[in-house]
Nanobody
Framework: QVLLVESGGRLVQAGGSLRLSCAAS????????MGWFRQAPGKEREFVAA????????LYEDSVKGRFTISRDNAKNTVYLQMNSLKPEDTAIYYC?????????????????WGQGTQVTVSS
């Protein structure tokens, strides 16, 4: 069992920045590929970014490329999402997730463990 706890979400003005963190506990963090997903009100959960267990490969959803950066620190059992140039359409609950196949995947179905989410609100 892996427990994932997100933090860092808050209200921010458009154009601002936030860094989300996701702390993992329970099993060896480096055994898991990690991803960030988000869900806006009335919308389906969507992929945001993912990172391989080693940190050497990342994937991004097109609308966040160049603005968001996913990274991980296996020594601290933590994955991060640095979000810059935030837009109102980035408003959502952000979830981190872990997959035991250790890769970077866009598909939510590939992930075995999920956090409870952290709210990000971007005002215009």
């Amino acid at each position: 069992q892996v427990l994932l706890v997100e933090s860092g979400g808050r209200l921010v003005q458009a154009g601002g920045s936030l860094r989300l963190s996701c702390a993992a506990s329970g099993r060896t963090f480096s055994n898991y590929g990690m991803g960030w997903f988000r869900q806006a009100p009335g919308k389906e959960r969507e992929f945001v970014a993912a990172i391989r267990w080693s940190g050497t490969y990342t994937l991004y959803e097109d609308s966040v490329k160049g603005r968001f950066t996913i990274s991980r620190d296996n020594a601290k059992n933590t994955v991060y999402l640095q979000m810059n140039s935030l837009k109102p359409e980035d408003t959502a609950i952000y979830y981190c997730a872990g997959n035991s196949n250790r890769g970077a995947s866009r598909g939510a179905y590939d992930y075995d463990y999920w956090g409870q989410g952290t709210q990000v609100t971007v005002s215009s």
